[in-house]
């Protein structure tokens, strides 16, 4: 079994896979129960295949005909910090300015699953993201890292920076045993930090109020109370790794892929964001990156939100050029409540 996984390691390490470890088809209690009252409670928000999933029964268990091992892998995306948005600019989130991590990984995965298959004649499917897997969960349980408040998987290594994936098969592999000594204690600054106030004391996090969802996920208008909290957010949000102790070790990532920074220094022009005036311009500068998920109607609904927060009033102008110019109710909306916001004089009484 060891020389199994020692074989897996030495295929992890050639394709530049930060962290290969294994866990057993079983997570203890907390992981399935805390999910089941998080879709309960309705945090997922419209992202409706996690609740489909759970009505469905579908999990790690039931993709294959006899899992037995979960393998489970961390890649580091970690480069160095973006620089200050100016107050006509947005900031996207470090893991979407490089090649969407989708396409990279899943890459990697496949040349593990085939040689699962073919050498070993094992089943293996692989997820990253996509699949009925608490990938957070077998993470922990594999020693990847420990969950913390925020409910990102912190890794001795490096931190938080890490995009995980799984690889489900029928052959048996030692479980790895975690033995991470880091912990929060009694840290709460990624709760003090959030703008929005998305993470409870319980270790979850409220979607519905969340800067990453409400910038990426959610699809329809932002609710008017929380736009003005999401500060200069455009695409997904870093805050609350950015203020984790924990991130302080990370090394910058060695996959060539993610090397290549591809958004100037993470920020972007909002000028240029409000006058893309079709999709396939969105897609000229886009193309490839995991920004391209909002389309061009989430992302340009974003920018009118972080042209709102950003007390700029050279930014009236291109707004009402949008407001002239777009049929579209969503972005019409947005536009206007950015105008207001901008122009709205206080109160002189
Ligand atoms: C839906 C989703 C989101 C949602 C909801 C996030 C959330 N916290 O639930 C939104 C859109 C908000 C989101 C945002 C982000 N996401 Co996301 N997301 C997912 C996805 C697809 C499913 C997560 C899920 O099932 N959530 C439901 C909750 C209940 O489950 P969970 O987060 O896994 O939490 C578990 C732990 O909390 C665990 N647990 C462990 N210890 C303890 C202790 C106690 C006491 C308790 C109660 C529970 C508990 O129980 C839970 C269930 O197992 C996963 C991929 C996957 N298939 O797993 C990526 C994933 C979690 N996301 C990821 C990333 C990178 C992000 C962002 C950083 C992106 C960004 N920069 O904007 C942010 C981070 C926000 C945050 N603080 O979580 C990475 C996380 C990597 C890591 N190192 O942890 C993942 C794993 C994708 C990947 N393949 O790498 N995401
Ligand atoms: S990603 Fe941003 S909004 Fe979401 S929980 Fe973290 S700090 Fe809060
Ligand atoms: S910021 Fe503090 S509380 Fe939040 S995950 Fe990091 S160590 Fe834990």
Redesign the pocket.
């Known amino acids: 079994m060891s020389d199994r996984k020692n074989e897996l390691i030495l295929l992890a390490q050639s394709l530049q896979i930060d962290v290969l470890r294994v866990a057993s088809m079983r997570?203890a209690p907390?992981?399935?129960?805390?999910?089941e009252r998080?879709?309960g409670e309705g945090?997922?928000g419209e992202?409706n295949y996690?609740a489909g999933r759970l009505a469905d029964g579908r999990h790690a268990g039931t993709v294959i005909p006899e899992p037995r091992s979960v393998i489970t892998i961390?890649v580091n995306y970690y480069h160095e910090p973006r620089r200050q948005p100016a107050s006509d600019e947005g900031a996207v989130?470090?893991?979407?300015v490089m090649r969407d991590?989708h396409k990279v990984?899943t890459g990697k995965l496949k040349r593990i699953a085939r040689m699962i298959e073919t050498q070993w004649g094992g089943a293996a499917r692989y997820?990253?993201?996509?699949?009925p897997?608490?990938?957070?969960?077998f993470?922990?349980s594999a020693g990847v890292?420990?969950?913390g408040r925020?409910?990102?998987?912190?890794?001795e290594t490096h931190g938080?920076?890490?995009?995980?994936?799984v690889i489900i098969t029928d052959i048996e592999l030692a479980p790895d045993e975690n033995t991470t000594t880091l912990r929060c204690g009694t840290c709460r600054r990624?709760i003090d930090a959030c703008p929005t106030a998305?993470?409870s004391e319980?270790?979850?996090?409220d979607?519905r109020r969340?800067?990453?969802?409400l910038?990426?996920?959610h699809r329809g208008p932002v609710p008017v109370e929380l736009r003005p909290l999401m500060g200069n957010w455009l695409?997904?949000?870093?805050i609350?790794?950015d203020v984790c102790p924990h991130n302080g070790r990370a090394l910058p990532t060695r996959v060539e892929d993610f090397k290549k920074i591809r958004i100037g220094e993470a920020v972007l022009s909002l000028r240029e964001l409000l006058a893309i005036a079709d999709d396939a311009q969105f897609l000229e500068r886009f193309a490839g990156l995991p920004l391209t998920r909002t389309k061009r109607r989430g992302l340009l609904r974003n920018a009118c939100v972080v042209a709102g927060n950003s007390g700029d009033l050279s930014l009236v102008e291109p707004l009402r050029e949008l407001i002239g110019r777009e049929a579209d109710e969503l972005l019409q909306e947005h536009a206007q409540w950015a105008v207001g916001r901008l122009t709205a004089r206080p109160c002189q009484c």
Do not use: P
Request: hydrophobic content about 40%; proline content about 0%.
């Open positions: 997570l907390k992981h399935q129960d805390t999910f998080w879709v945090c997922h992202m996690l961390g989130s470090r893991y979407a991590y990984i997820y990253v993201d996509t699949g897997v608490l990938e957070r969960a993470a922990e890292g420990y969950v925020n409910t990102c998987v912190v890794s938080s920076w890490i995009f995980l994936a990624c998305a993470i319980g270790y979850t996090v979607a969340c800067i990453s969802y910038t990426i996920e695409f997904g949000c870093d609350c790794q």
